[in-house]
Each structure stands twice: as C-alpha cells, then as structure tokens.
C-alpha cells in the first residue's frame, strides 16, 4: 500500500475563485497520511485535448449550464479519466481531511458495487467517494456522450438512485455535513457542503473583490452556525502556509465566462440552516415559485 499513489480527482472552479479550498484541502489530505498522493484538480479547460473541456460558444465538450457548481458532471468522467483502472477518489473542493486517506482509498468494497459513497438507495452522496474504475466502465457512457448531454449528470444521479447495489456505503463521517452535532474528534472528512456558509468566503471575497472579480456562487452568504469548524478552517489555512503552500500555487489562466445554474434561492442544508427546514410549508411555496421562474433549480448533491 505504501508504494501505491492514491489518486484524488478534486472538482473545482476553473477562474481561480477556490484557491483557499484547494490549498487546504492539499494540506490536509497530506497532514494526515505518508502514502504518495496525486491530486487532479477538474476544472474547465479551452483545450480540446482535456477531459474538462467546454467550448460554451460552440457547444462542444461539457456542457454546464444545468450545473449547480462549475464541475457538478465531472465525477462521471473520472473512471474514464483513470483508463478504467483500479480505484479513484472524488473530492469536491470544500473538504477538510482529518483522517489518513488511505482509510478510504482502502475502504471494502462488494461486488456489486462501482462505487463507494454516503448513504446508499435514494439517498446516496457521490460528492466524496471512491470510484472502481474498471467495474464503472459497463455502467457509464463514454466521455463524449457525457460532455454533450446537458441532462447527463441528472440521469446518471437518477441511475444511483434506481440501482442502489452499484453503492457501497461507508461510515457517515467520511463525508460529514456541517459537522452534523459530531465533535471534530470524530470527524473523519468534513465537508462545508452549504455553498452560503462555506468559511473560505471570508478570504476568497475579499481576494476577488480587490482583482475585480466575482464569486461563482451567486447566492446569499451567511456565517457558519459551528464557530469550532470556523476556526478549523482557518487552523488549516495558517498551518498550510506555515508549511510552505501558497494560494498562487494554485493559480490557472482564468477560464472566462461558463454557464451554469443560479443559486439565488438556495437554501443550504438542515445542519446550517434548521430553522428554514422546520419551515417546511414556505420552503415549498418558495421552491414553487421559482421553479415557475427559474428551470435550473437543483438538488443539495448537484
């Protein structure tokens, strides 16, 4: 195991708008493990020889606009991406790894099962998980026909839901929400998945407001409800630019304009936000109202 590469595919913005997520997702998976790793950061590519290609204007390569995030699809494509072969992990950027990392690259899996994530039947979460590549080929389409239909990610969301045996669960907290009333302690992956309280945002607005530029997510930003996550958070932010990272590591030519779905109506989770949940009968008169406005809306695992 120790001479094996474990390999992370991270989904992530392609106009440099998580650089702060990044860096500190690196430290942290390298904090915690002595096991070689390779991190592929996906993000949106004008080159045509990249499995993240999009031409927006041409409709060729991925098409996003139903996308939540800027790489909501890309997760289909990994296995494809690893030639069909061993295992492969996806991370969406918004992780903190608190444990060793191999934990999960080793985790069992049956034989049924391409793929091993949170939860299991409808309520599966692939935003951290690990792929079986070969065993993924016989149930994914090709490349091509991912990047072209803009209803991919739906459907293949929709296939996980109808075929739970192609889901092997793990331990919740390899994929923890919010922190979901657990002590860091026990905590093995946490991810800020509420796209409104992510505690990056108090270093990546600032940042991006000084060059000009705006955030991806267009919806209402809020302080977390876990102060012992925040400061978490800007632990790993120190420690990693203690350790040498730097956010400009990072950097990519900025890809330019995508198009993907708004969040002006998000409403986050039921960890960061209970007291919306609670209200069950307005958050349904709301998500009516706007999926009369706005076709795009989306689900929190989009």
């Known amino acids: 195991m120790n001479s094996e590469v474990i390999k992370v595919f991270v989904g992530c913005d392609p106009n440099n708008c998580d650089l702060e997520q990044m860096m500190v997702l690196d430290y942290s998976i390298r904090k915690h493990t002595q096991h070689p790793v390779e991190i592929v950061w996906m993000q949106l590519s004008h080159d045509p020889d990249s499995p993240w290609y999009s031409n927006q204007e041409t409709q060729e390569g991925w098409h996003t606009e139903k996308w939540a995030t800027p790489f909501s699809g890309f997760r289909w494509a990994i296995p494809e991406s690893s030639n069909f072969e061993g295992r492969s992990i996806y991370m969406d950027a918004d992780v903190i790894v608190l444990c060793d990392i191999a934990e999960l690259w080793s985790h069992p899996m049956n034989n049924e099962a391409i793929v091993i994530a949170k939860g299991g039947k409808s309520t599966a979460r692939l935003c951290t998980c690990v792929w079986d590549c070969e065993k993924a080929k016989q149930h994914l389409p090709a490349l091509k026909e991912l990047q072209a239909d803009p209803e991919g990610h739906k459907k293949l969301m929709q296939l996980i839901k109808e075929k739970p045996e192609l889901v092997q669960p793990y331990q919740d907290s390899y994929n923890n929400i919010d922190g979901e009333g657990l002590p860091i302690e026990q905590i093995k992956i946490l991810h800020y998945s509420d796209m409104g309280t992510q505690f990056s945002h108090k270093y990546a607005l600032p940042r991006l407001e000084a060059s000009g530029q705006k955030h991806w997510f267009d919806g209402k930003i809020m302080p977390h409800p ?46 960061t936000r209970p007291e919306d949940e609670k209200n069950w009968f307005n958050r349904s008169i709301k998500y009516l109202k706007s999926a009369f406005r706005d076709k795009k809306r989306f689900s929190l695992d989009d």
Not at 233 to 259: R, S
Request: glycine share 6%; hydrophobic share 30%; net charge negative.
């Open 226 to 271: 876990r102060q012992d996550l925040t400061e978490l958070f800007d632990q790993y932010y120190q420690e990693a630019l203690d350790h040498g990272f730097k956010l400009e590591n990072y950097l990519v030519e900025p890809y330019g304009t995508f198009q993907k779905a708004t969040q002006v109506n998000y409403h986050g989770n039921k960890v």
